[in-house]
T-cell receptor
Framework: TQLLEQSPQFLSIQEGENLTVYCNSS?????LQWYRQEPGEGPVLLVT?????EVKKLKRLTFQFGDARKDSSLHITAAQPGDTGLYLC???????????FGSGTRLSIRP | GAVVSQHPSRVICKSGTSVKIECRSL??????MFWYRQFPKQSLMLMAT?????????EQGVEKDKFLINHASLTLSTLTVTSAHPEDSSFYIC?????????????FGPGTRLTVT
Protein backbone atom coordinates (compact mmCIF):
# COMPACT_ATOMS: atom_id res chain seq x y z
CA THR A 1 0.00 0.00 0.00
CA GLN A 2 1.47 3.32 -1.10
CA LEU A 3 0.92 5.87 1.65
CA LEU A 4 1.66 8.76 -0.68
CA GLU A 5 0.04 8.67 -4.10
CA GLN A 6 1.27 10.96 -6.81
CA SER A 7 -0.58 11.94 -9.94
CA PRO A 8 -0.08 11.89 -12.75
CA GLN A 9 2.49 9.12 -13.00
CA PHE A 10 3.72 10.37 -16.34
CA LEU A 11 3.42 13.75 -17.99
CA SER A 12 4.78 14.92 -21.31
CA ILE A 13 4.11 18.51 -22.28
CA GLN A 14 5.40 21.19 -24.59
CA GLU A 15 7.93 23.77 -23.46
CA GLY A 16 6.19 26.87 -22.11
CA GLU A 17 3.12 25.09 -20.78
CA ASN A 18 2.09 24.99 -17.14
CA LEU A 19 1.57 21.83 -15.11
CA THR A 20 0.59 20.64 -11.65
CA VAL A 21 1.66 17.47 -9.87
CA TYR A 22 -0.32 16.19 -6.90
CA CYS A 23 0.75 14.23 -3.84
CA ASN A 24 -2.10 12.79 -1.77
CA SER A 25 -2.42 10.73 1.37
CA SER A 26 -5.00 9.74 3.95
CA UNK A 27 -2.37 10.26 6.64
CA UNK A 28 -1.20 13.46 8.29
CA UNK A 29 2.45 14.39 7.88
CA UNK A 30 4.47 16.76 10.04
CA UNK A 31 6.57 17.72 7.03
CA LEU A 32 6.60 17.07 3.35
CA GLN A 33 9.46 17.35 0.91
CA TRP A 34 9.65 17.53 -2.85
CA TYR A 35 12.65 16.10 -4.68
CA ARG A 36 13.77 15.99 -8.29
CA GLN A 37 15.81 13.06 -9.52
CA GLU A 38 17.64 12.67 -12.80
CA PRO A 39 18.57 9.26 -14.25
CA GLY A 40 21.51 7.65 -12.48
CA GLU A 41 21.64 10.23 -9.71
CA GLY A 42 20.30 10.63 -6.20
CA PRO A 43 17.25 12.81 -5.44
CA VAL A 44 17.88 16.50 -4.90
CA LEU A 45 15.78 18.33 -2.32
CA LEU A 46 13.69 21.16 -3.80
CA VAL A 47 11.63 22.29 -0.84
CA THR A 48 10.24 21.33 2.55
CA UNK A 49 6.82 22.43 3.79
CA UNK A 50 5.79 22.02 7.40
CA UNK A 51 2.78 24.26 8.03
CA UNK A 52 -0.73 23.47 6.81
CA UNK A 53 -1.66 25.83 3.97
CA GLU A 54 1.95 26.86 3.46
CA VAL A 55 2.98 28.04 0.00
CA LYS A 56 6.60 28.23 -1.11
CA LYS A 57 7.99 29.47 -4.38
CA LEU A 58 11.23 28.49 -6.03
CA LYS A 59 11.59 30.48 -9.25
CA ARG A 60 8.95 28.96 -11.58
CA LEU A 61 7.98 26.25 -9.09
CA THR A 62 5.20 26.77 -6.54
CA PHE A 63 4.68 24.26 -3.74
CA GLN A 64 1.64 24.09 -1.51
CA PHE A 65 0.94 22.03 1.60
CA GLY A 66 -2.71 21.20 2.22
CA ASP A 67 -4.48 22.74 5.19
CA ALA A 68 -4.85 19.32 6.81
CA ARG A 69 -1.23 18.40 6.00
CA LYS A 70 -2.36 15.32 4.08
CA ASP A 71 -1.62 16.51 0.57
CA SER A 72 0.63 18.75 -1.46
CA SER A 73 0.97 20.10 -4.96
CA LEU A 74 3.77 21.26 -7.18
CA HIS A 75 2.96 23.76 -9.92
CA ILE A 76 5.46 24.60 -12.64
CA THR A 77 4.94 27.70 -14.74
CA ALA A 78 6.31 27.94 -18.28
CA ALA A 79 8.02 24.55 -18.17
CA GLN A 80 11.52 24.27 -19.62
CA PRO A 81 13.33 21.18 -20.97
CA GLY A 82 15.61 21.44 -17.93
CA ASP A 83 12.60 20.64 -15.72
CA THR A 84 12.55 17.10 -17.10
CA GLY A 85 13.02 14.47 -14.42
CA LEU A 86 11.38 12.31 -11.79
CA TYR A 87 9.57 14.35 -9.16
CA LEU A 88 9.11 12.71 -5.79
CA CYS A 89 7.17 13.84 -2.78
CA UNK A 90 8.13 12.44 0.60
CA UNK A 91 6.56 12.83 4.01
CA UNK A 92 7.55 12.32 7.60
CA UNK A 93 5.19 11.68 10.51
CA UNK A 94 7.56 13.42 12.92
CA UNK A 95 10.94 15.13 12.81
CA UNK A 96 12.65 11.95 13.99
CA UNK A 97 10.78 9.45 11.85
CA UNK A 98 11.75 7.93 8.53
CA UNK A 99 10.31 9.55 5.44
CA UNK A 100 7.98 7.79 3.05
CA PHE A 101 8.33 8.44 -0.65
CA GLY A 102 5.47 8.91 -3.05
CA SER A 103 5.07 6.86 -6.19
CA GLY A 104 6.76 9.51 -8.35
CA THR A 105 5.85 11.60 -11.38
CA ARG A 106 7.99 11.33 -14.46
CA LEU A 107 7.96 14.65 -16.28
CA SER A 108 9.16 15.20 -19.83
CA ILE A 109 9.26 18.65 -21.40
CA ARG A 110 9.45 18.72 -25.18
CA PRO A 111 11.36 21.61 -26.78
CA GLY B 1 25.51 22.60 2.10
CA ALA B 2 25.42 19.05 3.37
CA VAL B 3 27.09 16.57 1.03
CA VAL B 4 26.72 12.81 1.03
CA SER B 5 28.97 10.62 -1.08
CA GLN B 6 28.70 6.98 -2.11
CA HIS B 7 31.34 4.59 -3.29
CA PRO B 8 31.47 2.93 -5.69
CA SER B 9 29.15 4.63 -8.16
CA ARG B 10 28.95 1.48 -10.25
CA VAL B 11 29.86 -2.11 -9.49
CA ILE B 12 29.52 -5.35 -11.41
CA CYS B 13 29.96 -8.59 -9.53
CA LYS B 14 29.44 -12.27 -10.12
CA SER B 15 26.58 -14.19 -8.60
CA GLY B 16 27.46 -15.56 -5.17
CA THR B 17 29.97 -12.87 -4.25
CA SER B 18 29.51 -10.05 -1.73
CA VAL B 19 29.63 -6.34 -2.44
CA LYS B 20 30.15 -3.47 -0.02
CA ILE B 21 28.78 0.01 -0.65
CA GLU B 22 29.96 2.99 1.41
CA CYS B 23 27.96 6.06 2.32
CA ARG B 24 29.77 9.06 3.80
CA SER B 25 28.60 12.40 5.12
CA LEU B 26 31.37 14.74 4.05
CA UNK B 27 30.82 17.93 6.03
CA UNK B 28 28.57 16.94 8.88
CA UNK B 29 28.05 14.17 11.39
CA UNK B 30 25.12 11.90 10.75
CA UNK B 31 23.79 9.79 13.59
CA UNK B 32 21.10 8.44 11.32
CA MET B 33 21.47 7.27 7.75
CA PHE B 34 19.01 5.50 5.50
CA TRP B 35 19.42 2.96 2.72
CA TYR B 36 17.05 2.85 -0.21
CA ARG B 37 16.65 0.66 -3.24
CA GLN B 38 15.24 1.89 -6.52
CA PHE B 39 14.13 -0.22 -9.46
CA PRO B 40 14.01 1.25 -12.98
CA LYS B 41 11.33 3.88 -13.40
CA GLN B 42 10.09 3.40 -9.84
CA SER B 43 10.22 5.38 -6.65
CA LEU B 44 12.60 4.82 -3.74
CA MET B 45 11.93 1.96 -1.36
CA LEU B 46 13.33 2.27 2.14
CA MET B 47 15.36 -0.79 3.09
CA ALA B 48 16.69 0.11 6.52
CA THR B 49 17.52 2.84 8.99
CA UNK B 50 21.12 2.90 10.14
CA UNK B 51 21.92 4.37 13.55
CA UNK B 52 25.48 5.06 14.65
CA UNK B 53 26.61 2.60 17.29
CA UNK B 54 23.53 0.41 17.21
CA UNK B 55 21.87 -2.21 15.08
CA UNK B 56 20.06 -1.16 11.94
CA UNK B 57 16.28 -1.24 11.75
CA UNK B 58 15.11 -3.11 8.69
CA GLU B 59 11.85 -2.59 6.84
CA GLN B 60 9.42 -5.44 6.50
CA GLY B 61 10.47 -7.88 3.82
CA VAL B 62 14.13 -6.87 3.78
CA GLU B 63 16.47 -9.71 4.76
CA LYS B 64 18.88 -8.42 7.39
CA ASP B 65 21.29 -11.34 6.85
CA LYS B 66 21.50 -10.56 3.16
CA PHE B 67 21.81 -6.79 3.42
CA LEU B 68 24.30 -6.16 6.23
CA ILE B 69 24.44 -2.59 7.48
CA ASN B 70 27.19 -1.17 9.65
CA HIS B 71 27.27 2.39 10.98
CA ALA B 72 30.55 2.40 12.86
CA SER B 73 31.20 6.14 12.83
CA LEU B 74 29.26 9.39 12.61
CA THR B 75 30.28 9.86 8.99
CA LEU B 76 30.20 6.37 7.52
CA SER B 77 27.58 3.70 6.96
CA THR B 78 28.13 0.63 4.84
CA LEU B 79 25.75 -1.73 3.09
CA THR B 80 27.04 -5.17 2.22
CA VAL B 81 25.03 -7.28 -0.19
CA THR B 82 25.98 -10.84 0.67
CA SER B 83 25.82 -13.76 -1.75
CA ALA B 84 24.50 -11.47 -4.44
CA HIS B 85 22.16 -12.77 -7.11
CA PRO B 86 20.94 -11.19 -10.34
CA GLU B 87 17.68 -10.15 -8.66
CA ASP B 88 19.75 -7.96 -6.31
CA SER B 89 20.75 -5.82 -9.28
CA SER B 90 19.40 -2.38 -8.58
CA PHE B 91 20.20 1.25 -7.81
CA TYR B 92 21.08 1.66 -4.14
CA ILE B 93 20.89 5.12 -2.59
CA CYS B 94 21.80 6.26 0.90
CA UNK B 95 20.77 9.39 2.73
CA UNK B 96 21.75 11.13 5.94
CA UNK B 97 19.45 12.98 8.28
CA UNK B 98 20.14 16.66 8.88
CA UNK B 99 21.84 16.90 12.29
CA UNK B 100 20.43 20.32 13.06
CA UNK B 101 16.94 21.71 13.68
CA UNK B 102 15.74 20.55 10.28
CA UNK B 103 16.02 16.91 11.26
CA UNK B 104 13.04 16.09 9.04
CA UNK B 105 15.24 16.71 5.99
CA UNK B 106 17.58 14.19 4.45
CA UNK B 107 20.49 14.58 2.06
CA PHE B 108 20.95 11.93 -0.56
CA GLY B 109 24.03 10.36 -2.03
CA PRO B 110 24.47 9.98 -5.79
CA GLY B 111 23.59 6.29 -5.72
CA THR B 112 25.37 3.04 -6.56
CA ARG B 113 24.38 0.97 -9.57
CA LEU B 114 24.85 -2.72 -8.74
CA THR B 115 24.78 -5.30 -11.52
CA VAL B 116 25.04 -8.97 -10.60
CA THR B 117 25.91 -11.28 -13.47
Amino acid sequence: TQLLEQSPQFLSIQEGENLTVYCNSSSVFSSLQWYRQEPGEGPVLLVTVVTGGEVKKLKRLTFQFGDARKDSSLHITAAQPGDTGLYLCAGGRSSASKIIFGSGTRLSIRP
Amino acid sequence: GAVVSQHPSRVICKSGTSVKIECRSLDFQATTMFWYRQFPKQSLMLMATSNEGSKATYEQGVEKDKFLINHASLTLSTLTVTSAHPEDSSFYICSARDPGPKSYEQYFGPGTRLTVT
